[in-house]
């Protein structure tokens, strides 16, 4: 059996091929998506799925108190009152898919009083999307604790292949169908089996490999208050990640129609590429700093983390950031087409506005063992309801620009200027150490920026010419850059492995 540390790195290796994977689903797939469908049922879908996405917010923030207190009781050996943990919210998610499920027919049958922008064929292909998006969210939530119980015993391996594998799987089954005239409709069903399929085999990895059951073993009342109070403020975080990421789609869907729902996912898919790049630390990270946590690592060490986890991190959206800013307009164009061109400029409002927050994921990993996630979860509350007030009237005036515009603002004010006063004073984190890391990672990148801004505006290559070129040169300038420069032994020590590893296979 690979060990936890081992399985840590393996599991943020994958989650760089998931990425990659992602990313390519995302460059090459989804535009094909986009061309077999159309400009407005290709927004009809996006909008659908976003509407459904809102309703995981049922999960409560449980999800997220399983992993923590599956690791917390498996750490300390209290593997009975692991037991009952398990059945009992095996219990309730049971009780939420219903419930959920319940909501997405209420949404399905009003759907004509909802989406007042759409027309009555949209209509009537939106309810039989949202049919089949309900079940599979109602099923979601049933079967969600497996997967739950697996990052809690940090079996990343698998968890990460099974979710490679599911992100493949669905090109690779709808492009065949999309040549031969599939609609929407048929999309959402395969995402849904696929989706299925996948949780089910987390059911089967549990019993086979953890030899885990999940049986309801009765209500056990002060554990169930415990993770409450604890999972209640993640709950709020989900909320204000709904509305973040996806309340534009849906303010736009309402008051300007598919077109520009379209437009907007786009750019909402760009900056999903550069969220993902925080979650390969972050999503490994939670059940060691919980562990550190519990055995009374004191902020020293948890700060430590922190900065290391920030630098890799750093290193890796700085050059998605600043190669988005200089290279991406004639990529959006090339990518999508003209008629989504201003997806270029809603793309950059929301990367900018998320670049620091994702360097600082780890910092969330130690609220939440720290048990201090209340107050992050309040701030961002109450900004995303600021978000939500500002983006309205900007989306009738402004369309997409405008809504992206509303939230980038919520984003900087809650997530940078507040959340860093409070991480340094009350998290103990050292974040004047971290902005002294990060401003003089910029400074020593700075060099390659410059070159590569020169060759821009001298060169003048056209179209995807200067993409590739330019790209090319900007991406060697900056591995150059960041090994010899940049990087301390640690970091030089993860390249010189990796290396080592694709060598040794190679010969």
């Known amino acids: 059996m690979i060990n936890a540390v081992n399985q840590r790195r393996a599991g943020a290796a994958l989650s760089y091929v998931y990425i990659i ?34 309703l995981n917010i049922m999960d409560l923030g449980f999800g997220n108190g ?59 292909k939106s309810k039989i999307l949202l049919a089949i998006l309900s079940v599979n969210m109602g099923l979601t939530f049933v079967l969600s604790i497996y ?30 169908l999309l040549c031969m005239g599939a609609d929407s409709v048929v999309l959402v069903a395969v995402i849904s089996a696929i989706n299925i399929g996948c949780l089910l085999t987390n059911v089967v990895f549990c019993k086979k490999k953890l030899g885990l059951t999940v049986r309801y073993c009765g209500f056990e009342k002060p554990i169930f208050i415990e993770i409450l109070s604890y999972s209640i403020f993640v709950f709020i ?45 972050s999503s490994v990270m939670l059940p060691k700093v919980t562990k550190m946590v519990a055995t009374d690592a004191d902020d020293k060490a948890l700060s430590g ?92 005036k402004l369309g997409g620009i405008g809504s992206a515009a509303g939230t980038a603002f919520s984003l900087i004010v809650a997530n940078v200027i507040i959340m860093n006063i409070y991480y340094h004073k009350r998290c103990g984190i050292n974040m004047a150490e971290y902005w002294k890391t990060v401003a003089v990672m910029t400074l020593k990148f700075l060099p390659a920026v410059a070159v590569t801004a020169v060759l821009k505006f001298t060169l003048k290559l056209p179209g995807m010419t200067e993409f590739f070129v330019l790209g090319t040169v900007y991406v060697l300038l900056y591995c150059i850059t960041a090994y010899f420069a940049v990087m301390n032994e640690y970091e030089k020590g993860i390249v010189k492995k990796a290396v080592g590893k694709v060598l040794r296979r190679s010969k």
């Not at 797939?29 to 996405?53: A, C, D, K, T, W």
């Open 305 to 396: 983390e922190f900065i290391k986890t920030s630098r890799l991190q750093y290193m890796t959206i700085f050059l998605f950031v600043s190669g988005f800013v200089m290279l991406g307009h004639k990529f959006v164009v090339w990518h999508v087409g003209i008629e989504c061109e201003m997806s270029y400029y809603i793309a950059l409002l929301l990367i900018l506005a998320s670049a620091i927050p994702i360097t600082q994921s780890v910092g969330i990993s130690i609220m939440k063992a720290k048990n201090l996630f209340r107050v992050r979860a309040l701030i961002t509350l109450g900004m995303a309801f600021v978000n939500i007030a500002i983006s309205i009237p900007l989306a009738i």
């Open 66 to 124: 399983i992993v923590v207190y599956t690791a917390k009781y498996h750490a300390s050996g209290r593997y009975e009152e692991e037991k009952k943990l398990h059945g009992m919210f095996f219990l309730i998610f049971c009780c939420i898919g219903m419930i959920a499920f319940g909501a997405g027919c209420a949404v399905t049958l009003n759907a004509e009083k909802i989406f007042l922008a759409l027309t009555p064929a949209e209509i009537a």
């Open 237 to 281: 975080a989900e909320i204000v990640d709904k509305i973040n990421w996806y309340v534009d789609q849906s303010i736009l869907g309402i008051v300007k129609g598919t077109r520009e729902v379209t437009v907007y996912s786009m750019a909402s898919n760009y900056n999903q590429m550069a969220l993902q790049l925080s979650a390969v630390f």
């Open 21 to 54: 994977v992602n990313s390519l689903i995302i460059l090459v797939y989804q535009p094909l998506v986009l061309r077999f469908l159309g400009q407005s049922e290709y927004g009809l879908y996006q909008l659908m799925s976003s509407v459904i996405n809102y």
């Open 147 to 176: 997967g739950n119980i697996i990052i809690a015993y940090e079996r990343f391996v698998f968890s990460k292949i099974l979710n490679i594998v599911r992100v493949a799987l669905n090109p690779l089954i709808m492009i065949p």
